[in-house]
């Protein structure tokens, strides 16, 4: 199969920083089909070979581990391409229709690719306008993909505008939105580990289940994005998308088969009975945090509003800590915590399961309950809390101890794991859209947070300070307490 993959943004951040390396990343595994070309479209005047230049000095700047040698580079450098392209400019949409339909005999072409994947990686603002002349110049026939990175819009209303557009050019399963995180392999083992498996499901409800958690720390800033994140916040860079992600892959029904279309529905199904939030419940149920000065791994840093392009006064939140419930016969009253946030204590994602307590202990007290932990990142693997007998003399609570079963899937399938980037392109150069996001399940999404955004609009308070290197505000642990339970690293 022949591709033809376009970088709109061809020049920005995401494409040095991620795309290209995890391209790097396919080739080496030898997972990118033969006879591809990789365009880049971006303002400036460049030729093929300054834009290999430019990607081959970029490299120098990423995981060493996925910077390539020189042979390498000379190698995979001859698929890459570059086009000046002026986006408001329908001519220059017909420019890059003539570069994509000509076959160049120098390339080994003798017909044009059978796949065409148009990625925007530009600020989403652009996306409509790119959509629409990409759809009069025809560049949206059967053999093209669309991919849309997130951002995808700011709110509910941008979000439906943008979807409107993309609609009315390309169908459905021609859009490939992308949230990263369903291409983490740990969110791929959290699907095998529900359907996969007999031994969960009959667990894998309320009557089991005390209440889930779901923590996406990170203990980087904000960085030089000081003005993009001051637009954005957490809520709307980590909840909206990935953490909302997550949930559904944990609460959803099992699919009747493993079709995309399936998939999605299941997940709109849970973001469908997400508990909707009020001005009152957001006040009790949400907490919002900014980072103040700190220290992460020892070393000094700056707090939220002394960090680069970060307005004076700024109120945007760096952490989001909320209590939900999904509200059908499978989770009824089961709370759903989600937390995330910038210059927390660590770089940590993970899912806490915890399970109920024994119901008649004969061992005295209650004992540990069970809990099965999903680790998402830094390691990807899965850790099951058991109470076991130590194996001394005697019979009460004393002769218990907590014990885990662990499992490190970075042991279990040495260099088989691939990365989050790497999956996803691949998967849209296949057409297989199991791990990207429907226009309906984003647009719930947003619907969900919502009130959220708009409450906090309205009521002048502001973020709560948190020192950086913790774990985000007092408040934040007072809100899981008050239904009887805590933090896993409180526990
Ligand atoms: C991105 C957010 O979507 O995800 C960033 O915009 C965040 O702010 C990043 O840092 C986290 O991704 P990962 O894969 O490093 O956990």
């Given at each position: 199969?022949s591709?033809?993959?376009?970088?709109f943004g061809g020049?920005?951040?995401?494409t040095w920083?991620k795309?290209m390396?995890a391209?790097?990343q396919?080739?080496r595994?030898?997972?990118?089909?033969?006879?591809?070309?990789?365009?880049?479209?971006?303002r400036?005047e460049?030729?093929?070979d300054d834009y290999?230049?430019f990607i081959r000095q970029?490299?120098?700047e990423?995981d060493?581990?996925?910077r390539?040698?020189d042979?390498?580079?000379a190698e995979f450098g001859r698929?890459l391409?570059?086009?000046?392209m002026d986006?408001?400019?329908?001519g220059?949409?017909a420019k890059l229709?003539?570069w994509?339909?000509?076959p160049?005999?120098?390339?080994?072409?003798?017909?044009p690719?059978?796949t065409?994947?148009?990625?925007?990686?530009?600020?989403p603002?652009?996306?409509?306008?790119?959509?629409?002349?990409?759809?009069?110049v025809?560049?949206?026939g059967?053999?093209?993909?669309?991919?849309?990175e997130k951002?995808?819009?700011?709110?509910?209303r941008?979000?439906?505008?943008?979807?409107a557009?993309v609609?009315s050019v390309?169908?459905e399963a021609?859009?490939f939105r992308?949230?990263?995180y369903?291409?983490?392999?740990s969110v791929?083992n959290?699907?095998?580990?529900?359907?996969?498996n007999?031994?969960?499901?009959?667990?894998?409800r309320?009557?089991?289940?005390?209440?889930?958690?779901i923590t996406?720390?990170?203990?980087?800033?904000v960085?030089?994005?000081?003005d993009f994140?001051?637009?954005t916040?957490a809520?709307?860079d980590m909840?909206?998308?990935h953490?909302?992600?997550?949930?559904?892959?944990?609460?959803?029904?099992?699919?009747?088969?493993a079709?995309a279309?399936?998939?999605?529905d299941?997940?709109?199904k849970?973001l469908k009975?997400?508990k909707?939030f009020?001005?009152?419940?957001?006040q009790r149920d949400?907490?919002r945090g900014q980072?103040?000065?700190?220290?992460?791994d020892?070393k000094p840093?700056?707090?939220?509003?002394?960090?680069?392009?970060?307005p004076a006064g700024?109120?945007?939140?760096t952490?989001v800590?909320?209590?939900?419930e999904?509200?059908n016969w499978r989770?009824?009253?089961?709370?759903?915590?989600l937390?995330t946030?910038?210059?927390?204590?660590g770089r940590?994602?993970?899912?806490?399961v915890?399970f109920?307590?024994v119901?008649?202990p004969?061992?005295g007290g209650?004992?540990?309950?069970?809990?099965?932990?999903i680790k998402l990142?830094?390691?990807?693997?899965?850790e099951?809390h058991?109470?076991?007998?130590?194996?001394g003399?005697?019979?009460g609570?004393e002769?218990?101890?907590?014990?885990?079963l662990d499992?490190?899937f970075?042991?279990?399938?040495p260099h088989?794991?691939?990365?989050?980037y790497?999956r996803l392109?691949?998967?849209a150069?296949?057409?297989r859209l199991?791990?990207f996001v429907?226009?309906d399940?984003?647009e719930q999404?947003?619907a969900?947070v919502?009130?959220i955004?708009?409450?906090?609009?309205?009521?002048?308070?502001?973020?709560r300070?948190?020192?950086?290197g913790s774990?985000?505000?007092?408040?934040a642990?007072?809100?899981v307490?008050?239904d009887g339970?805590m933090w896993?690293?409180?526990q």
């Open positions: 199969m591709f033809d993959l376009v970088f020049t920005g951040d995401l920083r795309l390396p391209l790097l396919a080739f595994h030898g997972k990118l089909p033969g006879g591809g070309r990789i365009l880049a479209v971006a400036e460049r030729s093929d290999r230049d970029r490299f120098d990423v060493p581990a996925k390539p040698s042979a390498e580079f698929m391409h570059y086009m000046q986006l408001s400019q329908p220059d949409y229709k003539r994509l339909d000509e160049r005999a120098e390339e080994g072409r003798s017909a690719a059978d065409v994947v148009l990625y925007l990686a530009t600020s603002h652009l996306f409509t306008v790119i959509c629409e002349q990409l759809g009069a025809g560049l949206n059967e053999r093209v993909r669309v991919v849309l951002p995808l819009g700011h709110d509910l941008s979000a439906r505008e943008i979807n557009v609609r390309f169908r021609q859009a992308i949230d990263h369903l291409g983490k392999p791929q959290l699907s095998a580990l529900r359907f996969g007999a031994l969960f499901e009959p667990l894998w309320r009557e089991s289940i005390a209440n889930i958690q996406i720390a990170e203990s980087l800033g960085g030089t994005r000081g994140y001051d637009r916040g809520l709307r909840v909206q998308n953490a909302l992600q997550l949930l559904t892959m944990i609460a959803m029904e099992p699919p009747p088969t079709d279309f399936a998939i999605r299941e997940k709109l849970v009975s997400l909707p009020t001005p009152q419940s957001v949400v907490v980072y103040r000065a700190g220290s992460v020892g840093v700056h707090g939220y509003l002394e960090e680069e392009k970060v700024s109120q945007c939140e952490f800590a909320l209590r939900t999904v509200q989770w009824a009253g089961v709370p759903f915590y937390r946030g910038k210059r927390l204590s940590d994602a993970h899912i806490v915890n109920r307590p119901p008649h004969i061992f209650t004992g540990q309950p069970n809990k099965l932990v990142q830094p390691e990807d693997g899965l099951l058991l109470m076991a007998a130590k194996g003399v005697g019979s609570s002769a218990l101890s907590p014990v885990s499992l490190d970075d042991k279990a399938f088989q794991r691939v990365g989050a790497e392109l691949l998967d150069i296949a057409g199991n791990l429907r226009s399940e984003q999404a947003w969900w919502e009130p955004l708009q409450s906090w609009a309205q009521d002048g308070s502001g973020p300070p948190y020192a950086a774990w985000g505000p007092p408040a642990s007072a809100l307490a008050r339970f896993d690293e409180e």
